[in-house]
């Protein structure tokens, strides 16, 4: 089993930055594929961002189109955190950013479904006002 923990949520004005952390614990060596995703009220959950381990010590990051160039994720594989740097928010980023795991490696389209993922933390709410 693995755990996950997210925090660095907020309030934030638009134009601003934020760091999102998620803390993994548990059976962490068999992550291979860990993604943020988002939550707005009455929306479904959608695909944010996700990196894959993808051979040796690298990692193959993808976005969803309008964070990227704005979002960044990064994992420290020996921390086992993952991270989200949030930088020119914008409103329409408000929501419950949630961090997931998953045991298996995806490509490009899998990587968007959440229900590829195996593990979810609870998490953290994201607000950017205008």
């Known amino acids: 089993q693995v755990q996950l923990v997210e925090s660095g949520g907020g309030l934030v004005q638009a134009g601003g930055s934020l760091r999102l952390s998620c803390a993994a614990s548990?059976?962490?060596?068999?992550?291979?594929?860990t993604g943020w995703f988002r939550q707005a009220p009455e929306k479904e959950r959608e695909f944010v961002a996700a990196?894959?381990?993808?051979?040796?010590?690298?990692?193959?990051?993808y976005y969803q189109d309008s964070v990227k160039d704005r979002f960044t994720i990064f994992r420290d594989v020996a921390k086992n955190m993952v991270y989200l740097q949030m930088n020119s928010l914008k409103p329409e980023d408000t929501a419950v950013y949630y961090c997931?795991?998953?045991?298996?490696?995806?490509?490009?389209?899998?990587?968007?479904?959440?229900?590829?993922?195996?593990?979810w933390g609870q998490g953290t709410q994201v607000t950017v006002s205008s």
């Open positions: 997931a795991a998953s045991k298996e490696m995806y490509d490009s389209t899998s990587v968007r479904f959440s229900d590829k993922y195996h593990y």
């Open positions: 990196t894959v381990w993808s051979g040796a010590n690298t990692y193959t990051s």
């Open positions: 548990g059976r962490t060596f068999s992550i291979l594929s």
